[in-house]
T-cell receptor, first 114, second 115 residues
Framework: ETGVTQTPRHLVMGMTNKKSLKCEQH?????MYWYKQSAKKPLELMFV???????ENNSVPSRFSPECPNSSHLFLHLHTLQPEDSALYLC?????????????FGNGTRLTVT | DQQVKQNSPSLSVQEGRISILNCDYT??????FLWYKKYPAEGPTFLIS?????DKNEDGRFTVFLNKSAKHLSLHIVPSQPGDSAVYFC??????????????FGQGTILTVHP
């Protein structure tokens, strides 16, 4: 069982809907991330939060809005998405520093935008 | 412009033999490299890593080799087992010890180990 839990596992939404993806980590980490995997593309970093503060926004469109209320929870609010935003969205956590703290991923949310 | 490349989309190996997965990178600032394994319907799981100050790291059946001059790393699995069948991702970081989570990933190689 993964120490990073993502809900929902699957989501279908229309282009005018508003939805949120949720992530929770039980590993005591202090950094959390959103990654995206589109079809036939590598995983791409979207956002990084260190100690609840956003430290990286990898040129992500504003229709994706992250929120990190504490070091254990991370949300991705979705609004007015496009069909090309359909992808697997993966949450991950790690320690901010330390060579022996690789990313731990959740199982992802498979998003389909219709 | 892909900075981490896995040029083999798939690899098929007989059980008990060696599996060799390859990865090339272009960014000379990368100083930490990782391999992740992913089963269907699951997130990637960390397998093994190597710092740029080393050229080899071993963990049980898994060994990662780094050739900095060639900007190439490889993952060796010996002996291969059917349970190793998964997608393997190579990833790299230029965090210098503070941003190990900011990874650049390759596209993945599907490994199939036949009984």
């Amino acid at each position: 069982e993964t120490g990073v839990t993502q809900t929902p596992r699957h989501l279908v939404m229309g282009m005018t809907n508003k939805k949120s993806l949720k992530c929770e980590q039980h590993l005591g980490h202090n950094a959390m991330y959103w990654y995206k995997q589109s079809a036939k593309k590598p995983l791409e970093l979207m956002f990084v939060y260190n100690f609840k503060e956003q430290t990286e926004n990898n040129s992500v469109p504003s229709r994706f809005s992250p929120e990190c209320p504490n070091s254990s929870h991370l949300f991705l609010h979705l609004h007015t998405l496009q069909p090309e935003d359909s992808a697997l969205y993966l949450c991950a956590s790690s320690q901010v520093q330390g060579a022996n703290s690789p990313l731990h991923f959740g199982n992802g949310t498979r998003l389909t935008v219709t | 412009d892909q900075q981490v490349k896995q040029n083999s989309p798939s690899l098929s190996v007989q059980e008990g033999r060696i599996s060799i997965l390859n990865c090339d990178y272009t960014n000379s600032m990368f100083d930490y490299f990782l391999w992740y394994k992913k089963y269907p319907a699951e997130g990637p799981t960390f397998l093994i890593s190597i710092s740029s100050i080393k050229d080899k790291n071993e963990d049980g059946r898994f060994t990662v080799f780094l050739n900095k001059s060639a900007k190439h790393l490889s993952l060796h699995i010996v002996p291969s087992q059917p349970g190793d069948s998964a997608v393997y991702f190579c990833a790299a970081s230029d965090g210098g010890g503070t941003s190990y989570g900011k990874l650049t990933f390759g596209q993945g190689t599907i490994l199939t180990v036949h009984p």
